[in-house]
């Protein structure tokens, strides 16, 4: 059987929102999409078929980590990732850049060899050049390759973004380079810029001129705001290639991937889920439970009743909160949809849009739940969710709790509390369509 040629297509646009498709030689990635990540080689505390159950239709693994512990020749041994792991799905590797900046205990830059630097785990030290991340990633078999980049702390001095910038377009070549011609894998340059418009541009313009398979965004999950990556995505994003994919890495919170949807971006990885879901807390269309909480020890109702899936609507919040504060290895082994309810919208399949449909989108903190009927065309409500509205839509209102048109307030955990009139509230917000129950719906504050 023939493998199938790396390519992106554009299925549906509302404004800068947009639905397509990844094609890989090891199945379609319905976009936008999140990714897990399995840093080494797994995504902890879960097993393959149940983010494969999930909605997860591609994961992510990491350069750095796998070069230390187990070596990638111990997964070429086997193959490659995909055997290593037993993962049917496709595989986005990074480039091991951000964690030689976030991680190493010492590290130095130099232009011709690249990042000198010493293991977090031994202090052995390594040197990760373009050609050596690209050689790492090809023998770990990986169906998407990122170039090797500097990824530098935030600042605002512009000098030194401009020298990063400068390095980092001479690596993304050196790796292009090294990769060579693969029909069958993608290569994704990485821009950087930090915080300055001008300097995006000139990276990204740069690296078309190079010439990749999909462009992704970095340096903007290293410490800075909301407001500040929105602004960075605002003055990118009118000179993003049309026909490649768009990958914001390192993000995030569901406000954040569904703020930088809007703005027109397609893929999106965060060790959120997982991590916050070994802590405790658990994204719930009601807003954030952190289920160590001593109020939940009485509580005897699941975290979602809706949510059948895994049957999670069968352990309650009192016998989670047990689970958790006992230390139980049980939790560890619970499906990923208690841990990580932020894959159940993310993960969804977001392709199925339908004009005649009243264009829909999610977002994570709620201004206050109502239900409502997702149409007012009396068709059968999907279960995906849809793109940003084009136009006003209708004041959100349900038979059970009108929404009046008068003002209201929100708590978000990341925004600072604020008014909003009803007006404000139908044109600024997104209705969640909940896929276990179509006819229940939320709407959440777009920031």
């Known amino acids: 059987m023939s493998l199938k040629n790396f390519s992106f297509k554009v299925k549906n646009k509302d404004k800068f929102s947009r639905t397509g498709t990844i094609i890989t030689s ?62 049917p799905l496709p595989i986005l590797t990074d480039s091991g850049g951000y964690q030689v900046m976030s991680l190493s205990k010492l590290n130095k830059i130099d232009r011709e ?27 770990l078999n990986s169906d998407i390759v990122m170039v090797m980049d500097e990824c530098p702390k935030k600042t605002t001095d512009r000098k030194i973004i401009e020298n990063s910038l400068d390095l980092s377009t001479e690596w993304a070549l050196r790796s292009k380079n090294s990769f060579g011609k693969n029909p069958h894998k993608g290569l994704f340059g990485i821009v950087q810029g930090g915080l300055f418009d001008d300097l995006r541009k000139k990276s990204l313009e740069d690296l078309i001129d190079i010439g990749f398979d999909g ?40 406000s954040d991937i569904l703020g930088a ?6 893929m999106f990885d965060c060790v959120l889920p997982s ?3 070994r802590t405790g807390l658990a994204f ?28 999670l609507n069968k352990y309650s919040k009192n016998y989670l909160n047990h689970l958790f504060n ?48 997702a149409t007012n065309s009396g068709k059968e409500v999907p279960t995906a969710i849809r793109l940003a509205p084009t136009k006003p839509l209708p004041i959100p209102h349900s038979s059970a709790s009108p929404i009046e048109p008068s003002v209201m307030k929100y708590d978000d955990p990341i925004t600072p509390h604020r008014e909003s009139t009803a007006t404000e509230i139908a044109t600024d917000c997104f209705l969640v369509v909940r896929p276990e129950s179509p006819n229940s719906n939320c709407w959440f504050p777009l920031e």
């Open 26 to 87: 090891r199945g379609n990635i319905d976009t936008p999409v999140f990714m897990p990540v399995g840093t080494q080689a797994t995504v902890k505390a879960t097993f393959i078929d149940d983010l494969i159950k999930a909605g997860s239709q591609i994961i992510l693994s990491n350069t750095y980590h796998l070069m230390i512990r187990p070596g990638e020749d111990r997964v070429a041994l086997q193959g490659g990732l995909h055997e290593f792991m037993n993962c």
């Open 326 to 373: 006992t230390n139980e290895i049980l939790v560890s082994l619970m499906p990923p949809g208690p841990k990580s309810p932020i894959e159940a919208p993310i993960a969804a399949p977001l392709n199925t849009f339908d004009p005649k449909i009243v264009p829909i989108m999610i977002s994570d903190f709620p201004l206050r739940k109502a239900t409502m009927e």
């Open 275 to 277: 991590r916050s879901g």
């Open 261 to 266: 949807v809007k703005r027109g971006i397609d």
């Open 113 to 139: 060899k690249g990042a000198i630097f010493n293991s977090h785990v031994d202090g052995k030290q390594y040197t990760l050049s373009p050609e050596e991340s690209i050689r790492i990633q090809k023998k």
């Open 215 to 254: 462009y992704a965004l970095g340096g903007l999950a290293v410490g800075d705001t909301q407001s500040e990556m929105f602004k960075v995505l605002d003055g990118i994003k009118n000179h993003l290639p049309e026909d490649k994919p768009r990958y914001l890495m390192g993000v995030g919170t569901p």
């Open 284 to 311: 719930t269309w009601n807003g954030p439970i952190n289920i160590k909480n001593a109020k939940y020890q009485n509580d005897t109702k699941p975290i979602d009743e809706k949510c059948e899936k895994f049957n």
